[in-house]
């Protein structure tokens, strides 16, 4: 009997720890992250911008905001992002839970640009009355001083990315700034070996496989983001041709029945050769009928 | 020999339902009343698009589908019977013939129509064609339905040739332009053997054709579903699966049809009691058929209890369609073969009933076939209404399926009406061949 209550007891002071370190909802985020704040102004426009976003990469473990739909298969339950214990979170905590993640939670740092990521932000406040943005004072027009560089380097396969800032008192390098390097691939990024800092002359340097598939001609689309404390995030498109050129039809490409491009000359042939048996059918049986009308003529 | 009376009788028998009667202006009204209601239903999808329908993503065709496939396996019947009976040599047959062409005629031409229904942009049919692909099953449909419904139109005429010829020479109490429109259409019929010998080969010639054609319509309509690699609709048999389900369904069909006509326009003297026993024997022999494809269609299946089809067996087994899914084959299919099997169910009123069960459950099955399959997609479905799950059909949605049941027995009944059901011209030349009295048994 103790030994039962014992356990009781044991079990219910385990499980207290457990839904505690559950609902403290602790996400631990660094103040300076905890701090930031939206370049973007949240208004009608960027919310409506927010919720389609929000739809094709969130609804389906989210739910719809206030409806409580959430997919209540996973462990843990991901929250209905109008709840009161969501918006307590700052801006600056969602946009790091948005980058990071955690365990499901997939993370969008990659995935969705920033702009994107402000802008969910701004859907999920709509739904919060007793919200006030508190705008970011970093200067929005800064990122645009910036400019990016690659270049490849055939010998040692090497990608070298050069960021310069272009300010009115000269050129500026950007030093010790996360750099970090992207494929574009049917889905996703695909992230180029370890992101890298820059160098003092703001120089990275990156292995680019030798491997890595391009399209007919070999042509690769590079991303690189550049995260820099006073320009901010910046990310930059460059289309180059040093992958490997990749021409496969898809499987189904040249035989399935529902190819639009593709008309299997069997069917071609089979199909105009059984209307034309039956464009002969027709023809006769009509000049048959005229054939009974004028027999009757006596 | 056929003496002149006999002669005489026939065709009085058999011409005087051509004339308009109290009873026919009722049940025409009664048709067209039905029917515009269920335009109106119609006119709100029109207004409204598909959301009055209980249709959406998942399971994007429903009833309008189902009844499509169930209007082109019902409008085989005139192959079945025309041509294969015809050509085989089985005589009590032929009388049957024009019946059954016309409800061939009458379901093939409506089927057209059920398909507009399902489309929620009707104006953009001619894309079918324009922009029609030729390796694409429904292209083929849209062709061979047509061609299945020029040949079936010609298939009741030809025949039908001498008897319009008599219509405008013994039905004196209709108005000129009436006879003149008979006389039109009898094409100078003179009855000469030239004449004679044209009908039979061309008539032939039809039966003939009509065989792979008929075949090809559902085999095609089979191949809408055969053609993916959906669970359920996967499957190798469905061409002959389908062929046999239709030869049921029209079978039953012509049942239902020969017991009013029988009844209403008094020709127990022509559809006798041995032609209900017949065709209630080729009423079995058919559900036999079907009945084997079916246990070929879900036991093989059943046994290996594939991943995804096993829940699509599951749930026709044993949960969501599982009432509809065992009612349709027990009352629809098991327990008719047994009834049938007695002589003393073969009888008119018997068949009548068993032809309406079966005919009903050729409809169901149909859904059967259409629906649970798209509930079952590949990828799970998640964080959609229940109602997107799980198909229910709307009220607009049933009074617009309705339509092309009236809108066929509107032409049924039009058909009826103006043409003798049964061949005037054959049953004298039967007559004349083999002397037997018009009483009896004419086998």
Partial sequence: MYTRNLRIVTFAIVSMFFLHSFAENNWNVPADKKARNSTIKFDATTSKVGESVYTKNCVSCHGDPTKGNSLKSLSPVPPDLASAKTQELTDGELFYILNTGRVIMPSFNNVLSEEDRWKIISYIRSFNKDYVQQLSISDTNKSQLVKVDMAFDKKSNQITVTVKANEKTGVVSLKDDEIVLFANRYFGRLQIGESQRTTADGVAVFDFPKDLPGDKDGNVKLVVKVNDDTYGEISRLKTMKIGVPTDIPSMTADRTIWNVLFKPIWIIVLYTFGVMVFGCVLLYLLYSLNRLRKAGNI | ?443
């Avoid at chain 2, 067209?32 to 399971?59: E, H, P, R, W």
């Fill in chain 2, 1 to 443: 020999m056929a003496t002149k009376s006999n002669t005489d009788k026939i065709t009085s028998d058999l011409l005087r339902p051509i004339r308009l009667n109290k009873s026919f202006v009722i049940w025409m009204g009664f048709l067209g009343v039905s029917l515009v209601i269920c335009l109106g239903a119609y006119g709100l999808q029109l207004k409204n698009g598909m959301v009055v329908t209980g249709l959406g993503d998942y399971v994007s065709w429903g009833m309008y589908i189902s009844s499509f496939v169930f209007f082109v396996a019902t409008s085989l019947i005139g192959m079945l019977i025309s041509a294969v009976l015809g050509l085989s040599g089985q005589k009590w047959a032929s009388p049957l013939a024009r019946i059954a062409e016309i409800i061939a005629l009458a379901f093939a031409s409506v089927a057209g129509i059920v398909i507009i229904l399902d489309m929620g942009r009707p104006e953009r049919l001619l894309n079918v064609i324009i922009h029609g692909q030729i390796q694409s099953p429904i292209l083929w449909d849209v062709t061979v339905v047509t061609v299945y419904m020029i040949i079936s139109a010609l298939f009741l005429y030809i025949p039908l040739i001498p008897d319009l010829k008599i219509c405008s020479e013994k039905l004196k109490n209709l108005p000129p332009f009436a006879r003149n429109i008979y006389k039109v259409l009898s094409l100078n019929w003179n009855n000469t053997p030239e004449q004679n010998k044209i009908i039979k080969q061309t008539t032939r010639t039809i039966a003939i054709f009509i065989i792979p054609v008929a075949l090809a319509i559902h085999t095609v309509t089979s191949w809408l579903f055969a053609n993916t690699s959906r669970a359920g609709w996967d499957s190798t048999i469905f061409g002959p699966y389908f062929v046999t389900g239709a030869f049921v369904a029209g079978t039953a069909a012509v049942i239902i049809a020969m017991y009013f006509f029988r009844k209403n326009y008094k020709l127990q003297d022509y559809i006798t009691d041995n032609h209900f026993d017949m065709i209630g024997k080729l009423l079995v022999l058919v559900s036999l058929v079907y009945l084997y494809f079916n246990l070929n269609e879900y036991m093989v299946p059943f046994y290996k209890m594939k991943e995804s089809e096993a829940i699509l067996i599951r749930d026709l087994f044993a949960v969501n369609h599982a009432v509809l899914f065992w009612s349709v084959q027990i009352l629809g299919l098991v327990l008719p073969i047994i009834l049938l099997l007695f002589k003393k169910m073969r009888k008119p009123l018997p068949m009548l009933v068993i032809g309406i069960m079966v005919l009903l459950g050729a409809w169901f099955k149909r859904m059967i076939i259409v629906v649970p399959t798209q509930e079952h997609p590949y990828l799970p479905i998640q964080n959609v209404p229940l109602n997107f799950k799980i198909y229910t059909p709307t009220l607009v949605e049933t009074l617009i399926t309705i339509a092309p049941f009236i809108l066929v027995l509107i032409i049924i009944t039009l058909l009826a009406k103006v043409i003798p059901i049964i061949p005037v011209h054959e049953t004298i030349e039967q007559l004349e061949d083999a002397p037997i009295s018009p009483k009896g048994d004419l086998k």
